[in-house]
């Protein structure tokens, strides 16, 4: 199958599931699809660790105002280039490439999933210097777009349909450390209806960092 016909292939808008794109179409069109020919080509994963390293090194940047005119002239150039290539959220990369952490998310911290099933997840999770804090801890508010992540992903598999964050609490334990291998695991406690309550941890090896618990809704069909 060449690139022409994977594209057509995945789904678009119109297969949303929800407000959400529809994960089990996805899952169908990409069986024996290699990074060759999925969206974004093989050096997509590159790419994305590229601009995840702009986001690090901008986040403790302090340039000269000479260095910052030079970047500012750049990143405009780049932009412009950037600028060329986007399109729809239906079409983008990030949300077919499963071969990329975070499945190219940027917004999300990089993870790469040892376990997904009904029962539970399991992930191992890296904060970046970008998601620095202070004193070389990771910023609450990342802490929970981790754990929003993997409790929503979850969610959606315990329940077998799509859901949206009704609730999330998150219970700071320790300091969250920047640039190491964090395990994420997280688990269905149990379903009332349309409410699918579920809970994780987040541990720097034998030490929790931060757990969590939150309420996600089934959406019913066409709901965003």
């Avoid at 029962?119 to 929003?148: I, P, S, W």
């Avoid at 329940?159 to 949206?164: P, Q």
Wanted: proline fraction near 5%; charge should be negative.
């Amino acid at each position: 199958m060449d690139e022409l016909q994977v594209g057509s292939s995945l789904p678009s808008k119109e297969h949303h599931e929800g407000a959400f794109r529809p994960m089990n179409k996805l899952y169908e069109a990409l069986e024996g699809i290699t990074p060759e020919t999925m969206r974004g080509g093989p050096d997509y994963g590159e790419f994305i660790e590229q601009i995840r390293g702009v986001m690090d090194k901008a986040r403790l940047a302090s340039p000269s105002n000479e260095q910052a005119t030079e970047l500012i002239g750049l990143l405009k150039q780049l932009n412009d280039k950037l600028a060329d290539t986007v399109v729809d959220e239906w079409s983008a990369p990030a949300w077919t490439r499963l071969d990329v952490p975070a499945r190219g998310n940027i917004t999300e911290p990089p993870y790469l999933l040892d376990r997904a099933e009904p029962d539970g997840v399991e992930a191992r999770m890296t904060f970046r210097t970008f998601h620095l804090g202070a004193n070389a801890a990771v910023h609450g508010g990342q802490v929970c777009v981790g754990f929003d992540q993997m409790l929503g992903m979850t969610a959606a598999l315990s329940s077998g349909a799509v859901t949206r964050t009704a609730s999330l609490t998150v219970d700071y334990r320790s300091l969250t450390p920047l640039n190491t291998e964090l395990t994420l695991r997280a688990w269905p406690e149990r379903q009332e209806g349309r409410k699918v309550y579920v809970r994780a941890t987040l541990h720097d090896g034998e030490r929790l960092c931060a757990e969590a618990h939150g309420l996600f809704i089934v959406l019913k069909a066409g709901q965003q």
